[in-house]
């Protein structure tokens, strides 16, 4: 009898392990569905049907998961975050030279830039259709601002000098800028990189040449 009861347990255990198993692989490929969407037609275009149909579940599936457009949203964000992170700024510190950090930061911005511009330029896009893509872009203008004091350190420029030269970080480390030089003015990466640091640093002067 004893036997028969740690089988049956066993069982039970097996089953439930494996539902939860299989409703974590739904909300994975409904995730997914919804991230591949948002990249290719844009979040404000992006239907639950679509969802279902590209996941390959119900409607009522997806409502099962995510019952409400945050929480969807949010677990898209994380997911499309989780494989394309942002490049680690927190590395640019170890470089002293605040010419090269420029460079260095700059690059690998920019190459993140090219990587993501898809789905970059979609929520852009659509931030004023779609309310919970605030809460994203608010994350990445963080982000940028802490690149920004970070790429600023050690500076040489002091006063309104510095505050230009802050201010063309911020222009520089932008991804409409970006995309202005790369996507429109056609300039690769390095080239768009080599014109925005000497940007800066002629920003920083301007000061000193007007007087």
Known sequence: MAIELQRDGRKRSYRKRRRAELEEDTRRRITEAAVKLHGTLGPARTTVSAIAD?????????????????SL????????????????????????????RLR??????????????????????????VPEIAGPLRARLAYLTRTRDLL???RPERGR???????????????????????EQDLDDAEAVELMARTVAQAGGLGRRAR
């Open 54 to 70: 590209e996941a390959g579940v119900q409607r009522a599936t997806v409502y099962r998961h995510f019952p409400d457009t945050e």
């Open 73 to 100: 949203f949010a677990a898209c964000s994380g997911h499309w975050m989780a494989q394309n992170p942002l490049p680690d700024a927190e590395r640019w510190a170890e470089i002293g030279d605040p010419e090269l």
């Open 104 to 129: 260095r930061g700059l690059g690998e911005l920019y190459s993140w830039y090219g990587r993501t511009e898809y789905m970059l330029e979609r929520i852009s896009r659509d931030a004023t259709l």
């Open 152 to 154: 600023l350190k050690g």
């Open 161 to 183: 000098s510095r505050s230009r030269a802050a201010a063309a970080i911020g222009h520089a480390t932008a991804f409409e800028t970006w995309r202005s030089l790369v996507r």
